[in-house]
């Protein structure tokens, strides 16, 4: 099944023919690189926000839903009628803000108490693999840690349920 990729153009994107998106996308018939935006990232999936699309135009969200035997039994018992992952390619021009996820059960809770902001109530487990070079700075320091150095702030008096309202 051929596939289109959809584009996602964040500020923080390399712009134009030098964005790995924009090179990527480059061969897709009908597409045009357009040398002041930027391509910060390519997703293949049926994400809500951003479905691929079939030769003929529809989407594949919405192929998925009229087709779910497409995605085969052991997936569709165990992940419903959707497809259990986004593939998504990144061409980073500047950085990035903060990219934290909840797992399954919080994401679950958070979409319930407030879809406006938490508009999925799926995880999202991330690979990253660099085809470019890239620099990523990885890991937090432990809540308890983090606590420690909110209580010895004389400038705050906030504490960790302020910063993490469905933290316990």
Excluded at 22 to 29: N, T
């Amino acid at each position: 099944m051929l596939l289109t990729p959809t584009i996602k153009d964040y500020s923080w994107g390399r712009v134009g023919s030098s964005s790995m998106v924009a090179q990527l996308l480059s061969p897709v018939k009908g597409s045009t690189i357009s040398e002041d935006t930027p391509y910060a990232e390519l997703w293949m999936g049926a994400h809500p926000s951003g479905s691929s699309t079939l030769p003929s135009g529809q989407s594949l969200l919405s192929y998925i839903t009229q087709h779910p035997d497409v995605l085969g039994y052991q997936v569709s018992q165990k992940f419903g009628n959707s497809l259990p992952f986004l593939f998504k390619v990144l061409s980073v021009e500047k950085a990035l803000s903060i990219q934290a996820h909840p797992d399954k059960p919080l994401a679950e809770i958070l979409y319930n108490k407030d879809p406006l902001n938490y508009p999925d109530d799926n995880h999202k487990p991330e690979m990253a693999i660099a085809v470019t070079p890239f620099e990523v700075l990885c890991g937090f320091r432990s809540l308890d840690q983090i606590q420690k150095f909110i209580d010895g702030n004389t400038h705050s008096q906030d504490n960790l349920e302020n910063f993490f309202p469905y933290y316990k």
